[in-house]
């Protein structure tokens, strides 16, 4: 796309843009009376405007309905979770037996390691990025711990080439391949947090594989964010949590992927809960656990309604979009119009005040640009935020900004670049 700076370019992308009506079916906060430029979809993603209405009818359903509720009215609970499986298949890349909703991210992490990650002697390695999620680092760290490890030797982490920002698919795979012996488990974000760079999981899979590991990914920031293609690319597992680009509300439903070639494999342990017994029996409450076949039984303890209510209301967005194609496409534009604008700021500068570390292949990342402020990095973020502009912070210089296809404009994106260019002049 040839880009241009200038707020009339911007807004006549907006006119001409597919999925500019989405915009207004989310609660855009407000900042002195107008629209804030919200930038932080990969942190918390708007509230859709149907949110309230979802959960109110689940309300009233226990109002009116009371323990009958689950098995009464429009909507009976007991299958409630089911509704959503579509969706969520549909942006995961998966089959709709793959994948469920349950618990929250990093419980779920935790559960699928009891799966897939049975160390012994020979194999006990994890291979992860360096610089993953704390939670992530957190979870494998005790994972190891807990089979009598010692983290040090078990854990693997995959650092940048000296004076790169971002890792190379090669050195992910050399670095499989070197530990091969050793290798248990493969854990990668989809999306690293910090630098926003996109992994190539299906080359990540396959080498994991002929290591004879297994592999699993950690979708926080790809989930609702770039196309995924989960069982083709043959990934064991995957988790992610669904407040950040799919927009559930704080503390959020998670959802995981279990891939079917597991389905029949008595060798998976799992800690099991009668959430995730075989339907057809669940309620004859007999002893022994039979599991549901499928990724529905990994699920430990009665589906939290409610909040699949407001995961629900944003699935049904998702679903008129016509899918992570399409907002793919608008994301690229966007993110790729914030590239071009901060590139000319920093012209206009004279040097490279805002630094992006994010790929600047677009196959390379999703919708987020995170931004090394060179200079008062700190007034500078607390200067965008005064003037409504809402990124977030890491420490220690660094603003993540994510324009998110499905509510953020190129008005926004203009905007932005706006008033960094102002805070500089402050
Ligand atoms: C956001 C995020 C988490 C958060 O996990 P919770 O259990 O939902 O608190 C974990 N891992 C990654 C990679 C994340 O981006």
């Known amino acids: 796309m040839n880009y241009q700076n200038s707020l009339a370019f911007a807004l006549e992308q907006d006119a001409l843009d597919p ?5 207004s079916r989310f609660l855009i906060p407000q900042h002195h009376g107008v629209d804030a430029v919200y930038l932080c979809g990969n942190s918390l993603g708007l509230q859709p405007a149907s949110a309230g209405k979802y959960l109110a ?11 009958e509720g689950w098995f009464q009215g429009d909507d009976p609970w007991l299958n409630y979770h089911k509704q ?7 942006i995961v890349g998966a089959q709709e037996s793959e994948v469920t909703v349950m618990n929250s991210l990093t419980v779920n992490l935790h559960l699928l390691m009891v799966s897939f990650y049975k160390p012994n002697h020979k194999r006990f390695k994890i291979i992860m990025e360096g610089g993953a999620f704390p939670s992530d680092q957190y979870a494998m760290e005790s994972q190891t711990k807990f089979h009598g490890f010692d983290p040090k030797e078990a854990i693997v982490e995959i650092f940048p080439r000296e004076g790169e920002l971002t890792l190379r698919t090669e050195d992910i795979i050399q670095t499989i391949n070197e530990h091969a012996d050793e290798l248990a488990l493969v854990m990668f974000a989809g999306i690293n947090y910090y ?13 994991a594989h002929k290591a004879g590991a297994y592999a699993g990914f950690d979708l926080a920031h790809a989930a609702g964010n770039v196309p995924l293609k989960l069982h083709d690319w043959g990934a064991d597992f995957a988790c992610w949590c669904s407040y950040k680009y799919m927009n559930s509300g704080p503390g959020g439903i998670s959802g995981i992927f279990v891939h079917e070639k597991h389905f029949n494999n008595p060798e998976l342990d799992r800690f099991a809960g009668w959430w995730g017994y075989r339907e057809d029996k669940r309620f004859l409450m007999a002893p022994g656990f039979d599991a549901a076949k499928g990724a529905g039984g990994w699920q430990v303890s009665t589906s939290p309604v409610l909040l699949l209510a407001l995961f629900k209301a944003s699935m049904a967005i998702f679903d008129d979009t016509g899918g992570m194609g399409i907002l793919r496409e608008k994301s690229v534009a966007l993110t790729g119009y914030m590239e071009f604008l901060i590139k000319e700021l920093n012209k206009r500068l004279g040097e490279d005040v805002f630094k992006i570390i994010t790929p600047a292949d677009p196959q390379k ?8 402020c060179k200079r ?8 965008l935020a005064d003037n409504g502009v809402i990124g ?3 420490e220690p210089d660094v603003i993540r900004l994510s324009p998110v296809p499905l509510y953020n404009s190129f008005q926004d994106v203009y905007q932005a670049v706006q008033q960094m260019a102002a805070a500089i002049q402050q």
């Open 57 to 67: 009818d689940q309300l009233s359903n226990w109002q009116n309905l009371a323990v």
């Open 19 to 23: 999925l500019k009506n989405f915009r």
């Open 365 to 372: 990342r999703g919708c987020q640009l995170s931004v090394v």
């Open 84 to 90: 959503l499986l579509p969706s969520i298949a549909s």
């Open 376 to 383: 008062d990095a700190k007034a500078i973020f607390q200067y």
């Open 195 to 207: 630098t926003g760079q996109l992994f190539d999981m299906e080359a990540i899979a396959a080498a």
């Open 392 to 394: 977030d912070w890491r």
